[in-house]
């Protein structure tokens, strides 16, 4: 599994950004969850890190810039 870069403190920034934008409480517990994963800020479709400014803007973002400006294929 691949254990992401981030640090303790860019992780609880990272927490208080989810918590600040997340109302609902299982809701919140989720996006909680997923930042506690070793995987989280890895790009779910090339497996990439997803740049730490871009988790700042968007926390719940799953894949990498290059990844997310890819087009989206037909059918789905």
């Given at each position: ?30 996006a909680?969850?997923?930042?506690r994963?070793?995987?989280y ?24 810039l ?7 294929p037909?059918?789905?």
């Amino acid at each position: 599994m691949h254990y992401h870069y981030l640090t303790i403190e860019q992780r609880e920034y990272l927490e208080k950004l989810i918590r600040s934008r997340v109302r609902g409480a299982s809701q919140l517990e989720t996006a909680l969850e997923k930042l506690r994963q070793p995987d989280y800020g890895t790009c779910i479709e090339c497996g990439k890190d997803v740049d730490y400014a871009r988790l700042q803007i968007e926390p719940f973002a799953l894949h990498c810039l290059a990844c997310s400006r890819l087009p989206i294929p037909a059918g789905t």
